[in-house]
């Protein structure tokens, strides 16, 4: 991956083991400075335990890495002053108001108390959450309560934000709103680590991402190249009405560059999927349902890293 002078995150054949376990293999990752960078992968790919190291709570087991130009392993205080943390699971106290929970937190920084509410206020604005400041955590929805836990991030204005699964669970409204928020924090020049199993969410989030498979990185790119590089135009899906699918598969593999058969239906990827729509009625198949749509983020984690579940 290309290297940047503005880098903030600087990491040569980074290795994690935990005993004989090798959780990182190796891998190598530049973020730049305001950048929105994306760690996509299934479970055990080795995407929380790189996180675990960026945020310098972690020490790797080989290679290097930088944050900021400092070394994690003697400067992690240093680094962790300058970093924001959402993890996955909220972690606020549900008993406490709103406002309390993002005053205290300002403690850990050591922020003057005059500091701290003038930032929380700031916080509550941006998290639209200013209405609802003296009320208990606990009465607040899913939503809310995520906005709040980035908000308590920001406490401290760090340089770079670190957000592990950040809409996991919420409703299609409250994911807009917090990417709208995460929009706002990129444009004032927070550079922003974003892990995510949505991959319309690493679409429209991330500059740049790297697929990380069995902990190393397997695709590294933009959306668009790594859409444009492993996978066709456009999609075709085929649903036959059948408890099999593969009796279609050699009429229907003369049609596309590459044919998937999936209990279901049957993908083609091909470059024009009305045109292949079209060849696959005149061969004289009947389809009991067509679609033709174009390729995602999701066609391109689901080639590289396969559809088996890994627990």
């Known amino acids: 991956m290309a290297t940047s002078t503005s880098a903030v995150v600087q990491a040569h054949q980074l290795v994690k083991r935990f005993g004989a376990f090798e959780a990182v293999k190796g891998i190598d990752v530049s973020i730049n400075q305001g950048e929105s960078f994306g760690f996509l992968g299934p479970n055990g790919a080795g995407k929380t335990s790189t996180m675990r190291m960026i945020s310098a709570v972690s020490h790797p087991s080989g290679g290097t890495l930088s944050i900021f130009g400092l070394d994690p392993t003697v400067q992690g205080s240093q680094i962790r002053a300058r970093l924001g943390v959402v993890p996955q699971e909220d972690t606020l106290e549900l008993e406490l108001s709103v406002r309390k929970n993002l005053e205290m937190f300002a403690r850990y920084f050591d922020l003057p108390r005059r500091v701290a509410r003038e930032r ?12 609802r400041e003296n009320d208990k955590v606990d009465n607040l929805s899913g939503g809310m309560k995520r906005r709040l836990t980035i908000a308590r991030a920001l406490i401290n204005r760090p340089e770079l934000l670190i957000l592990d699964e950040p809409t996991t669970g919420l ?23 974003i892990t995510t199993h949505y991959m319309d969410e690493a679409e429209q989030l991330c500059d740049r991402l790297v697929v990380m498979d069995r902990g190393s990185i397997v695709a590294q790119g933009t959306p668009r190249s790594l859409i444009d590089t492993y996978c066709t135009r456009e999609v075709v899906e085929l649903r036959f009405g059948v408890d099999t699918h593969e009796v279609y598969f050699e009429r229907l593999s003369v049609l596309a560059q590459r044919v998937e058969v999936l209990p279901d239906r049957v993908l083609l990827y091909v470059d024009q999927g009305d045109e292949t729509l079209k060849a696959v009625h005149a061969s004289g198949l009947a389809p009991s349902s067509a679609l033709a749509r174009r390729s995602s983020l999701e066609d391109v984690f689901l080639r590289l890293t396969g559809r088996t579940l890994v627990e």
């Open 120 to 131: 929380t206020t700031e916080l509550l604005a941006f998290a639209q959450l200013s209405d």
């Open 171 to 193: 409703d299609p409204q409250a994911r807009h709103l917090l990417w709208e928020r995460l929009y706002r924090l990129k444009r004032e020049g927070v550079t922003l680590i």
